[in-house]
């Protein structure tokens, strides 16, 4: 009955922005660490950011940071992933999770997964 929803992807042209929302449903969701991975056609699966339960300390793969940022809203049940200075190499299909550390997360260890959303960047 847990459930994540992304939402948000789509097509971009290099440079350009987007942000992903995913909406939790059936846990609570104060107490877990959030986070987004990615795939690309033929790639395994990429850590791309966690966050804490607090919101604190927000983590990222060194292939997004400065780029990415995560952040969350307990009151509204839902994680967030502003993308900025979008790269082609970004394309792939985004997967929010939900787990009981930032650590786990990082590793591609996680509770649950999402459906993912498509996220594409022209160059």
């Known amino acids: 009955q847990v459930q994540l929803v992304e939402s948000g992807g789509g097509l971009v042209q290099a440079g350009g922005s987007l942000r992903l929302s995913c909406a939790a449903s059936?846990?609570?969701?104060?107490?877990?660490?959030m986070g987004w991975a990615r795939q690309a056609p033929g790639k395994e699966r990429e850590f791309v950011a966690t966050?804490?339960?607090?919101?604190?300390?927000?983590y990222y793969a060194d292939s997004v940071k400065g780029r990415f940022t995560i952040s969350r809203d307990n009151t509204k049940n839902t994680v967030y992933l502003q993308m900025n200075s979008l790269k082609p190499e970004d394309t792939a299909v985004y997967y929010c999770?939900?787990?009981?550390?930032?650590?786990?997360?990082?590793?591609?260890?996680?509770?649950?997964w999402g459906q993912g959303t498509q996220v594409t960047v022209s160059s």
């Open positions: 999770s939900a787990g009981t550390s930032v650590f786990d997360l990082a590793r591609g260890k996680s509770d649950y």
């Open positions: 966050i804490r339960w607090s919101g604190i300390n927000p």
């Open positions: 059936g846990l609570t969701f104060s107490n877990y660490a």
